[in-house]
């Protein structure tokens, strides 16, 4: 493979593997919790696609965040919170 493919491949692990992993580890979870406490594979399967969703984008979110954050550090802190979440929020 040429240097350019290996470059998006390492682009892609560094950005989404860990938001992929996480979303997995909350699916699974979330799944088998619910399930143990209902034995409903519907209510599973649904709390599942939930769980799989907060971990995959909370994930995205807290690093975007944590982005923002160090952008906006020279504001006071009221003013910092403000733009951070602004700025999250227009980017996810």
């Keep these: ?27 699974l979870a979330a799944a088998l919790t619910v399930h143990a406490a209902s034995g409903s594979l519907i209510s599973a399967a649904v709390a599942g696609t939930v769980g799989e969703s907060l971990g995959y984008y909370g994930c995205m979110a807290v690093r975007e965040a944590l982005v923002h954050d160090t952008r906006h550090r020279h504001h006071g802190r009221m003013k910092r919170l403000w733009l951070t979440g602004a700025s999250t929020v227009r980017d996810c």
């Design 1 to 27: 493979m040429s240097e350019g493919v290996w470059r998006k491949l390492r682009e892609w692990v560094g950005r989404y593997l860990p938001a992929e992993v996480l979303g997995t580890v909350t699916a």
